[in-house]
C-alpha cells in the first residue's frame, strides 16, 4: 500500500469501515440505553433531557450511516446487532438488588452514557480532520456534532453528580468546582 492517498481519496479505507462500523454499533447501543433510561426517568428530572439527547443521537446515528454510505462502505448488521444484545445483556449486572432495580443503575448509566459521549466526540473529530481531505465527508456536520456532544457531556456529567448525591450523599456543587466535566 502507498504512504500516503491521492487528494481526496482515503487512506485504508477497510480500516476506516471498521472504525465508522464500530462507532454506528456504539450509536445503537446509545440509543438503547438512552431509550431505558428514559423509561425509568419518565416524568421525573431527566425526562425532557434525555428525550432531547435521544433524538440527538438518532441524528448523529443518521449522519454516521450518511457518512459510510457516501463513502460507499459496507454496513456491518452483524456489528448492529451485537451492540443491541451487548445493551440488554448489561441490564444484568451486578447491582445489589437481585428483584428489582438498585439506585446504583441510575448512577452507573448516567457514568457509562457520559464517558460513551466522550468515544463519540474523539470519532466525531476523526471525521471532522479526514473531511478537510475527503469531499465525501462533511466536516462542517462533524464540527457540529462534536459541539453537540460537548453540550451532551456537560449535562450529563452534572445529571451523573446529581444522581451520585442521590445515591451517596455528598454535594455535587463541590463535585463540580473540583472538575470541568
Known sequence: MPDSPATGAVRNPELLA???????AAAAGGIELVSRMLGRHRGGTYEARLEGLLDELREERSALRSTIDSLGLPV??????????????????????????????????????????????????????LGESEHRIDAALFERLIDQADRQHHWLAEARRDVAEQVFGGESEAASDAADT
Request: charged letters at 25%.
Open 18 to 24: 471498521i472504525y465508522c462500523n464500530d462507532h454506528l
Open 76 to 129: 456491518r448488521q452483524y456489528k448492529l446487532i451485537l451492540s443491541w444484545v451487548a445493551e440488554k445483556l448489561s441490564r444484568g449486572k451486578l447491582n445489589g438488588r437481585l428483584v428489582s432495580r438498585s439506585p446504583l443503575s441510575d448512577l452507573v448509566e448516567f457514568e457509562f452514557i457520559a464517558t460513551a459521549v466522550l468515544a463519540k466526540r474523539a470519532g466525531f473529530e476523526t471525521l471532522r480532520a
